[in-house]
């Protein structure tokens, strides 16, 4: 055994070998963000259903698809705060929880109104869990595996979102629609102690905080053994960064342009995201397929995702933000080619199939990518101000497709719309692409330069 006077932590968690803690943290990030996308899809699925029950119209619908997406949009930032606060682990702990019974409280709504307020409050905890589990998924990763974890993490998103429409199918006409939300809200409570009893908190993170020395001390001679590390071993660690709720930190050291191009590209795609989501179900019925026909057609949107997140678990690596850039225009066509009118069968699901392949390449590459972009300080906090600022486009995405419905306007001038967001979110990916390439030396996002505290000047004032 190997006598320890001071050991790097960041190099300890880049250069340790893959190992079954690894994936065992992969696992259960996984799992939880499995229960957020299937929450995040239930609504939609069954929204007709509710619809027609209580005599609401599709603008009101709308509302109530947003306003969960608006808790997400706060909890996003709040968590990620959290997070660099008192951890990744309890954030995302405290989130599943919480989203959990409020899922369950879901069933016993009477009127839209109450529907309305707790899909805010869903959404609210929702919003925690995500940002915490893309960096501590990045933050526990070998070097090397970085962004394939963080990528394959972000499956879990679509894995949940392709369920909802089989459990509905399957459960629904025995029991209603209220069985969807029971198990929405049963799976995310039992994750949230799974996550509490097997999960350990980011050594990165115990690194910055000098009361859980004893708690840091455990876990580094869990990655490695071979090393004696005692009362007396020092922990090099990065400088400590003092954030705050605000995104202030974002925007130095030549990260504003990244940041305000990052941003645009999550509102524009969630935006785009959304509106299909929300509202593919209820358009697909009212062109004359049965209900279980349409959550399952939707559902192949989901499965393609699963898909799509797997390539860009390939891609992301190796060609950065440029991965995502290539698949936005691809989704793009995509997206125009379901509203057209003579699609139909084999094809529409076919088309489905390759814009939810794409979408989900997308949507996985952005998560993983500001977990990647920023250093440890901030990483939660700028991950989760990224995804709050791109559920402001999944909350205008909704209404925007409700206030169409509800005029009357044709499925195929509403997926027109779509190709509005998806052609300024393709131009503001390749500008991401580019700040990258410049700041980090190539197209690979490497958090050793992330992760460096000297002042860089910014390569957008540098080009101008």
Same mark, same amino acid.
């Given at each position: 055994m190997v006598a320890a006077e001071k050991i790097d932590v960041e190099r300890l968690v880049d250069e340790q070998s893959l190992s079954s803690l690894n994936v065992k @943290?992969?696992?259960?990030?996984?799992?939880?963000?499995?229960?957020?996308?299937?929450?995040?899809?239930?609504?939609?699925?069954?929204?007709?259903?509710?619809? !027609?029950?209580?005599?609401?119209?599709?603008?009101?619908?709308?509302?109530?698809?947003?306003?969960?997406?608006?808790?997400?949009?706060?909890?996003?930032?709040?968590?990620?705060?959290?997070?660099? !606060?008192?951890?990744? !682990?309890?954030?995302?702990?405290?989130?599943?929880?919480?989203?959990?019974?409020?899922?369950?409280?879901?069933?016993?709504?009477?009127?839209?109104?109450?529907?309305?307020?707790?899909?805010?409050?869903?959404?609210l905890s929702l919003g925690g869990a995500m940002p915490n589990v893309y960096v501590l998924a990045a933050e526990f990763a070998p070097k090397n595996f970085r962004a394939a974890f963080t990528v394959l993490a972000g499956i879990g998103v679509t894995l949940g979102a392709a369920s909802a429409?089989?459990?509905?199918?399957?459960?629904?006409?025995?029991?209603?629609?209220?069985?969807?939300?029971? @198990?929405?809200?049963?799976?995310?409570?039992?994750?949230?102690?799974?996550v509490y009893a097997f999960v350990p908190e980011s050594l990165k993170f115990l690194a910055l905080r000098d009361d859980r020395r004893a708690e840091l001390m455990r876990l580094a001679m869990?990655?490695?053994?071979?090393?004696? @590390?005692?009362?007396?071993?020092?922990?090099?660690?990065?400088?400590?960064?003092?954030?705050?709720?605000?995104?202030?930190?974002?925007?130095?050291?030549?990260?504003?342009g990244i940041t305000m191009l990052l941003w645009t590209v999550f509102l524009m795609q969630n935006a785009t995201n959304f509106f299909v989501n929300m509202w593919m179900t209820t358009l697909f019925r009212e062109s004359g397929m049965a209900a279980q026909q349409a959550a399952l057609t939707q559902s192949t949107y989901f499965f393609g995702a699963n898909f799509g997140v797997l390539t860009m678990?390939?891609?992301?690596?190796?060609?950065?933000?440029?991965?995502?850039?290539?698949?936005?225009?691809?989704?793009?066509?995509m997206i125009a080619a379901i509203g057209a009118p003579s699609i139909s069968g084999g094809l529409l699901s076919t088309v489905v199939f390759i814009a939810g392949l794409c979408n989900g390449a997308i949507?996985?590459?952005?998560?993983?990518?500001?977990?990647?972009?920023?250093?440890?300080?901030?990483?939660?906090?700028g991950t989760g101000w990224a995804l709050g600022i791109g559920r402001i486009g999944a909350i205008i995405g909704p209404v925007i497709g409700g206030a169409l419905l509800a005029r009357h306007v044709?499925?195929?001038?509403?997926?027109?719309?779509?190709?509005?967001?998806?052609?300024?979110?393709?131009?503001?990916?390749?500008?991401?692409?580019?700040?990258?390439?410049?700041?980090?030396?190539?197209l690979?996002?490497?958090?050793?330069?992330?992760?460096?505290?000297?002042?860089?000047?910014s390569p957008m004032k540098e080009a101008v």
């Open positions: @943290i992969l696992v259960w990030m996984l799992l939880v963000l499995l229960a957020d996308g299937y929450d995040l899809n239930a609504v939609a699925i069954i929204a007709p259903d509710v619809s !027609k029950a209580w005599h609401i119209d599709r603008t009101a619908l709308g509302l109530a698809f947003s306003a969960g997406l608006i808790g997400v949009a706060i909890g996003s930032p709040l968590f990620g705060y959290l997070g660099d !606060k008192i951890g990744r !682990k309890r954030g995302i702990v405290l989130g599943c929880a919480l989203y959990g019974l409020f899922s369950l409280a879901t069933v016993a709504a009477t009127s839209i109104q109450e529907l309305i307020l707790l899909r805010f409050l869903t959404g429409g089989p459990v509905y199918a399957t459960l629904a006409p025995h029991y209603g629609w209220p069985i969807v939300f029971y @198990i929405g809200g049963i799976a995310p409570i039992a994750i949230a102690l799974g869990l990655i490695r053994p071979d090393l004696a @590390i005692g009362g007396e071993t020092q922990f090099i660690v990065p400088p400590k960064v003092k954030t705050r709720i605000v995104p202030d930190a974002l925007f130095r050291h030549g990260l504003a678990a390939l891609l992301l690596g190796r060609f950065g933000f440029a991965a995502i850039a290539c698949m936005a225009m691809i989704y793009l066509p949507y996985a590459g952005l998560g993983a990518s500001a977990a990647l972009l920023y250093p440890t300080g901030i990483r939660a906090n044709s499925t195929q001038h509403i997926f027109s719309v779509l190709l509005i967001p998806l052609g300024i979110a393709i131009v503001a990916a390749g500008a991401v692409t580019w700040l990258s390439y410049l700041r980090f030396g190539g690979r996002l490497r958090e050793e330069i992330a992760s460096q505290r000297a002042e860089l000047v």
